[in-house]
Protein backbone atom coordinates (compact mmCIF):
# COMPACT_ATOMS: atom_id res chain seq x y z
CA UNK A 1 0.00 0.00 0.00
CA UNK A 2 1.01 3.57 -1.14
CA UNK A 3 1.47 4.99 1.94
CA UNK A 4 2.86 8.85 3.56
CA UNK A 5 3.41 9.50 6.95
CA UNK A 6 4.05 12.83 8.47
CA UNK A 7 5.98 13.53 12.08
CA UNK A 8 7.27 16.31 13.84
CA UNK A 9 4.39 18.60 14.81
CA UNK A 10 4.03 20.40 17.66
CA UNK A 11 3.74 23.82 19.40
CA UNK A 12 6.88 26.59 19.17
CA UNK A 13 7.26 29.86 20.04
CA UNK A 14 7.36 32.62 16.98
CA UNK A 15 10.73 32.80 15.58
CA UNK A 16 11.50 29.09 16.65
CA UNK A 17 12.27 26.74 14.31
CA UNK A 18 10.91 22.89 13.92
CA UNK A 19 11.62 19.73 11.33
CA UNK A 20 8.99 18.30 9.69
CA UNK A 21 9.54 14.42 8.44
CA UNK A 22 7.51 12.58 6.44
CA UNK A 23 8.10 8.49 5.54
CA UNK A 24 7.04 7.05 2.69
CA UNK A 25 6.37 3.21 2.07
CA UNK A 26 4.95 1.41 -1.09
CA UNK A 27 6.44 2.98 -3.90
CA UNK A 28 9.55 3.63 -5.40
CA UNK A 29 10.66 6.96 -3.35
CA UNK A 30 13.55 8.35 -5.48
CA UNK A 31 11.64 7.95 -8.46
CA UNK A 32 9.02 11.00 -7.40
CA UNK A 33 8.66 14.44 -6.35
CA UNK A 34 7.27 15.05 -2.78
CA UNK A 35 5.24 17.85 -2.04
CA UNK A 36 4.48 19.82 1.19
CA UNK A 37 0.59 21.24 1.55
CA UNK A 38 -0.37 23.31 4.73
CA UNK A 39 -3.83 24.12 5.89
CA UNK A 40 -4.44 26.37 8.29
CA UNK A 41 -7.33 26.43 10.66
CA UNK A 42 -11.02 26.66 9.04
CA UNK A 43 -8.64 27.86 5.50
CA UNK A 44 -7.92 26.12 2.17
CA UNK A 45 -5.28 24.55 1.03
CA UNK A 46 -1.90 26.16 0.00
CA UNK A 47 0.90 24.70 -1.62
CA UNK A 48 4.43 24.98 0.48
CA UNK A 49 7.44 23.40 -1.43
CA UNK A 50 8.54 20.89 -3.55
CA UNK A 51 11.23 18.44 -4.41
CA UNK A 52 12.15 16.19 -7.28
CA UNK A 53 12.95 12.92 -6.95
CA UNK A 54 16.67 12.74 -6.86
CA UNK A 55 16.22 15.74 -4.55
CA UNK A 56 18.38 18.23 -7.00
CA UNK A 57 15.52 21.11 -7.90
CA UNK A 58 13.77 22.59 -5.15
CA UNK A 59 10.60 24.88 -5.17
CA UNK A 60 9.18 27.33 -2.44
CA UNK A 61 6.16 28.89 -2.32
CA UNK A 62 6.62 33.03 -1.69
CA UNK A 63 5.28 32.56 1.51
CA UNK A 64 8.39 30.47 3.02
CA UNK A 65 10.81 31.82 0.98
CA UNK A 66 14.34 31.65 2.37
CA UNK A 67 12.55 30.23 5.88
CA UNK A 68 11.76 26.92 4.90
CA UNK A 69 14.41 24.33 3.43
CA UNK A 70 12.72 21.44 1.76
CA UNK A 71 15.15 18.00 1.35
CA UNK A 72 15.16 14.23 1.23
CA UNK A 73 17.13 11.21 1.71
CA UNK A 74 16.48 8.68 -0.49
CA UNK A 75 18.44 5.75 1.88
CA UNK A 76 15.74 6.23 4.32
CA UNK A 77 12.67 6.78 2.30
CA UNK A 78 12.41 10.06 3.80
CA UNK A 79 11.51 14.07 2.80
CA UNK A 80 11.75 16.70 5.37
CA UNK A 81 11.01 20.09 5.90
CA UNK A 82 13.18 22.65 8.23
CA UNK A 83 11.20 25.04 9.38
CA UNK A 84 13.17 28.31 10.22
CA UNK A 85 11.73 31.70 11.83
CA UNK A 86 8.72 30.67 11.98
CA UNK A 87 5.53 32.59 12.63
CA UNK A 88 1.83 32.48 13.49
CA UNK A 89 0.76 32.84 10.29
CA UNK A 90 2.60 29.29 9.88
CA UNK A 91 0.43 27.50 11.97
CA UNK A 92 -1.43 24.83 10.00
CA UNK A 93 -1.77 21.36 9.38
CA UNK A 94 1.27 20.38 7.02
CA UNK A 95 0.62 17.12 4.55
CA UNK A 96 3.11 15.58 3.18
CA UNK A 97 2.47 14.24 -0.62
CA UNK A 98 3.43 12.10 -3.53
CA UNK A 99 3.96 14.00 -6.48
CA UNK A 100 3.32 12.40 -9.94
CA UNK A 101 4.61 13.14 -13.82
CA UNK A 102 1.99 15.78 -13.85
CA UNK A 103 1.76 18.41 -10.49
CA UNK A 104 -1.42 17.16 -8.70
CA UNK A 105 -0.81 15.10 -5.52
CA UNK A 106 -2.20 11.60 -5.48
CA UNK A 107 -1.56 10.56 -1.67
CA UNK A 108 -1.76 12.40 0.97
CA UNK A 109 -0.81 12.16 4.86
CA UNK A 110 -3.20 12.46 7.69
CA UNK A 111 -0.94 15.99 8.49
CA UNK A 112 0.75 17.09 11.58
CA UNK A 113 0.09 20.21 13.44
CA UNK A 114 2.33 22.97 13.56
CA UNK A 115 1.39 25.71 16.23
CA UNK A 116 3.44 28.76 16.39
CA UNK A 117 2.14 30.99 19.29
CA UNK A 118 3.59 32.42 22.42
CA UNK B 1 1.22 33.41 -10.08
CA UNK B 2 -1.84 31.66 -11.01
CA UNK B 3 -5.46 32.80 -9.29
CA UNK B 4 -7.68 29.86 -8.86
CA UNK B 5 -11.71 31.24 -7.99
CA UNK B 6 -14.38 28.33 -7.39
CA UNK B 7 -18.33 29.26 -7.17
CA UNK B 8 -20.38 28.59 -5.22
CA UNK B 9 -19.04 29.26 -1.84
CA UNK B 10 -21.38 26.49 -0.50
CA UNK B 11 -23.78 24.28 -2.33
CA UNK B 12 -26.65 22.87 -1.08
CA UNK B 13 -27.96 19.82 -2.19
CA UNK B 14 -30.13 16.26 -1.37
CA UNK B 15 -29.20 13.63 -1.94
CA UNK B 16 -29.91 12.01 -5.36
CA UNK B 17 -29.42 15.56 -6.76
CA UNK B 18 -27.11 16.65 -9.54
CA UNK B 19 -24.49 18.82 -7.98
CA UNK B 20 -22.14 21.40 -10.26
CA UNK B 21 -18.77 23.05 -9.09
CA UNK B 22 -17.29 25.69 -11.10
CA UNK B 23 -13.88 26.81 -10.93
CA UNK B 24 -12.19 29.36 -13.06
CA UNK B 25 -7.89 30.07 -13.49
CA UNK B 26 -7.16 33.65 -14.36
CA UNK B 27 -5.13 32.42 -17.02
CA UNK B 28 -5.10 29.08 -19.32
CA UNK B 29 -4.01 25.97 -18.33
CA UNK B 30 -4.96 23.89 -20.40
CA UNK B 31 -6.21 20.86 -19.04
CA UNK B 32 -3.69 21.13 -16.28
CA UNK B 33 -6.44 20.89 -13.42
CA UNK B 34 -7.09 18.19 -10.66
CA UNK B 35 -10.09 17.86 -7.95
CA UNK B 36 -9.75 17.00 -4.34
CA UNK B 37 -12.42 15.94 -2.02
CA UNK B 38 -12.10 16.70 1.40
CA UNK B 39 -14.05 15.62 4.96
CA UNK B 40 -13.82 17.12 8.04
CA UNK B 41 -10.62 15.95 9.85
CA UNK B 42 -9.40 13.97 6.75
CA UNK B 43 -6.66 14.95 4.37
CA UNK B 44 -7.90 15.69 1.02
CA UNK B 45 -8.28 13.34 -1.75
CA UNK B 46 -7.46 13.22 -5.71
CA UNK B 47 -10.80 12.98 -7.68
CA UNK B 48 -9.82 13.96 -10.88
CA UNK B 49 -6.51 14.98 -12.70
CA UNK B 50 -5.66 16.06 -15.94
CA UNK B 51 -9.37 18.03 -15.61
CA UNK B 52 -11.52 15.35 -16.95
CA UNK B 53 -9.54 11.84 -15.57
CA UNK B 54 -10.61 10.41 -12.73
CA UNK B 55 -8.04 9.25 -10.40
CA UNK B 56 -8.12 5.23 -8.79
CA UNK B 57 -11.44 4.05 -7.36
CA UNK B 58 -13.11 7.29 -7.71
CA UNK B 59 -16.98 6.19 -8.34
CA UNK B 60 -18.01 6.94 -11.76
CA UNK B 61 -20.77 9.86 -10.86
CA UNK B 62 -17.97 11.99 -10.51
CA UNK B 63 -16.47 13.63 -13.64
CA UNK B 64 -14.69 16.58 -14.58
CA UNK B 65 -15.31 18.95 -17.79
CA UNK B 66 -13.30 22.48 -19.47
CA UNK B 67 -9.86 23.53 -20.82
CA UNK B 68 -7.91 26.54 -20.76
CA UNK B 69 -9.60 29.09 -18.09
CA UNK B 70 -13.14 27.37 -17.25
CA UNK B 71 -13.68 23.29 -15.44
CA UNK B 72 -16.77 21.99 -13.78
CA UNK B 73 -16.95 18.60 -11.38
CA UNK B 74 -20.19 17.34 -11.84
CA UNK B 75 -21.30 14.69 -9.35
CA UNK B 76 -24.07 13.07 -10.88
CA UNK B 77 -26.38 11.83 -7.98
CA UNK B 78 -25.04 13.20 -5.31
CA UNK B 79 -24.61 10.17 -2.10
CA UNK B 80 -24.59 10.87 1.40
CA UNK B 81 -20.83 10.45 1.26
CA UNK B 82 -20.11 12.99 -1.05
CA UNK B 83 -20.57 15.83 0.93
CA UNK B 84 -17.85 18.22 1.48
CA UNK B 85 -15.42 20.35 0.83
CA UNK B 86 -14.13 20.36 -2.80
CA UNK B 87 -10.81 22.03 -4.12
CA UNK B 88 -9.73 22.86 -7.79
CA UNK B 89 -6.04 22.76 -8.16
CA UNK B 90 -3.75 24.10 -11.55
CA UNK B 91 -1.36 21.81 -11.90
CA UNK B 92 0.12 24.28 -15.08
CA UNK B 93 3.16 25.99 -13.37
CA UNK B 94 4.74 27.19 -9.85
CA UNK B 95 3.91 28.14 -7.53
CA UNK B 96 0.92 25.66 -7.44
CA UNK B 97 -1.89 27.41 -6.55
CA UNK B 98 -5.46 25.94 -4.86
CA UNK B 99 -9.39 27.58 -5.57
CA UNK B 100 -10.89 28.39 -2.15
CA UNK B 101 -12.89 25.27 -2.16
CA UNK B 102 -17.26 24.74 -2.52
CA UNK B 103 -18.96 23.03 0.65
CA UNK B 104 -21.52 20.45 -0.38
CA UNK B 105 -23.77 20.59 2.19
CA UNK B 106 -27.23 18.73 2.92
CA UNK B 107 -30.21 21.36 1.83
Known amino acids: EVQVLESGGGLVQPGESLRLSCAASGFTFSAYAMRWVRQAPGKGLEWVSA????????QYADSVKGRFTISRDNSKNTVYLQMNSLRADDTAVYYC???????????WGQGTTVTVSS | EIVMTQSPATLSVSPGDRATLSCRAS??????LAWYQQKPGQPPRLLIFGASTRATDIPARFSGSGSGTDFTLTISSLQSEDFAVYYC?????????FGGGTKVEAK
Open chain 2, 27 to 32: QSINSN
Open chain 1, 97 to 107: TKGNSGLYMDV
Open chain 1, 51 to 58: ISGSGGTT
Open chain 2, 89 to 97: QQCHNWPLT
